[in-house]
């Protein structure tokens, strides 16, 4: 029966400790920039363009979920409305 302790055994593993070797001296060390960083104007107005375009496309595609939305209502409820036509149908059938 297993104890009640909380501490089951556990086989003992022996972890192989890998050197960090290959890792070469300064490889994790970013300099600090010099000067300043120029960002050309061009940049910025395709980068404005893209985002322009984006919030373009996600309104129109906000409007078309809207109307899709409204038209699956709509068959929804065309759907329950056939739905009770054809029980009714099939009952005045079962009374022939």
């Given amino acids: 029966m297993p104890s009640s302790s909380g501490n089951p055994r556990r086989p003992v593993r022996d972890f192989v400790q890998i050197p960090l070797d290959f890792v070469q001296e300064n490889q994790y060390i970013n300099p600090p920039l010099q ?25 129109a595609l906000k409007q078309e979920h809207q109307l899709l939305a409204e038209e699956h209502k709509r068959l929804l409820q065309e759907r329950e409305a056939l739905k009770g036509r054809i029980d009714a ?7 022939v």
């Fill in 35 to 59: 000067g300043v960083v120029r960002v050309s104007a061009d940049l910025f107005e395709k980068l404005d363009n893209k985002i322009s375009d984006l919030v373009a496309r996600h309104s």
């Fill in 89 to 95: 149908i099939l009952s005045r059938l079962e009374g």
